[in-house]
């Protein structure tokens, strides 16, 4: 079992002291600089962001799976492949896989998301299939061959739509919900692949993980404004792990 590595205390100490003070400054620019569409240009793919859409920036999280993705699947490699991209946003990530090959699903509860997704897929020239769906919940246990997961994990209750992308609910209410739906999958066959940040309750939500038989394997790390960013596969083990034992 390959446990995540232990954060580095001093640079995320270091973390909190900068942003402290910027937080709020930071705040005000996020939501004044997407109230209106802006345009995104990653890997050869031509996205627009609509406002009340979670964007693929400033953020490294769409970086991160951008990058392990485009090492992993060049050209056409994906070809036949089925794959679910939960909580889609702009629809990148699945844009990028359907053009390797896949046959791609982007699902969202936040219909402007599907909206905006639609609307990049066109101006791409690919195709995917927006599902309007809370979670996993709406399909087969056995429909995909790979999951992808970029959920919120900040502990607060969302205030809006567009809040469910930053928010997993005060007891962690998200988490509670997915781990019994991705305990139904045969995660021997369906690779399912989450993205969390070293920002995050990553023990809570492993211990949550945990309950259902299921644990937390890093697969590819990125550091990023002194933030870890952690691309991990969920997998399933007979005992709880333990997220914050050393590698």
Known sequence: ????????????GLR?????????????????????????RR???????????????PTVSTAVLLDHFARRFPGTALAGRRVLDLGCGTGLVGLFLARAGAWVVSSDINPAALANARL???RNGLI????LADQATSFAPDAFDLIIITPPYYPRDPASMAERAWFCGDDFAYFRRLA???AALDLSRTEVLMLLSEDCAVETINAILSGQGLGLRLV???????EMTWLLR??????????????
Do not use: C
């Open 16 to 40: 909190r002291l900068i942003l402290r003070p910027l937080t709020p400054l930071l705040q005000r620019w996020f939501r004044r600089h997407y109230a209106v569409e802006r345009r995104w």
């Open 120 to 122: 990049n897929a066109v």
């Open 234 to 247: 969920v997998v399933a083990y007979a005992k709880p792990t333990d997220v914050g034992a050393s590698a």
């Open 128 to 131: 995917l299939r927006p599902v």
């Open 1 to 12: 079992m390959m446990a995540l590595p232990r954060r580095n205390r001093w640079l995320a």
């Open 180 to 182: 019994p739906q991705l």
């Open 220 to 226: 590819h790390a990125k550091r990023s404004w002194l």
């Open 43 to 57: 890997q050869g793919l031509d996205i627009l962001v609509q406002p009340g859409v979670f964007p693929p920036g």
